[in-house]
């Protein structure tokens, strides 16, 4: 694996870490059809390892992170506005 690869795949894992509960059962539902049972679970919640998947699924888990990633910036700065504009 490239460090470019490395690299993309430590990013992507940050900004899922910064996700809703919803988020992040929506992003497992979408991989448990691509990965079908090679996933772990407990406790801690759902583990999967990255390196498992082909290069089109990282690619489209991928974009589907960088949807809800942009999505919820979105969402901060219209809640950061509409209460700012408030207080002023």
Do not use: A, P
Request: hydrophobic letters at 25%.
């Amino acid at each position: 694996m490239s460090n470019s690869e490395t690299y993309n795949k430590r990013r992507l894992t940050e900004k899922v870490k910064n996700f809703s509960k919803e988020v992040h059962l929506e992003i497992f539902y979408f991989l448990r059809n691509k990965i079908k049972n090679n996933y772990t679970i407990n406790q801690n919640g759902v583990f999967i390892n990255l390196n498992d998947l082909d290069k089109d699924t990282f690619d489209e888990l991928k974009n589907k992170v960088d949807f809800y990633d942009k999505n919820n910036k979105k969402l901060n700065e219209s809640y950061h506005n509409r209460y700012c504009m408030n207080d002023k």
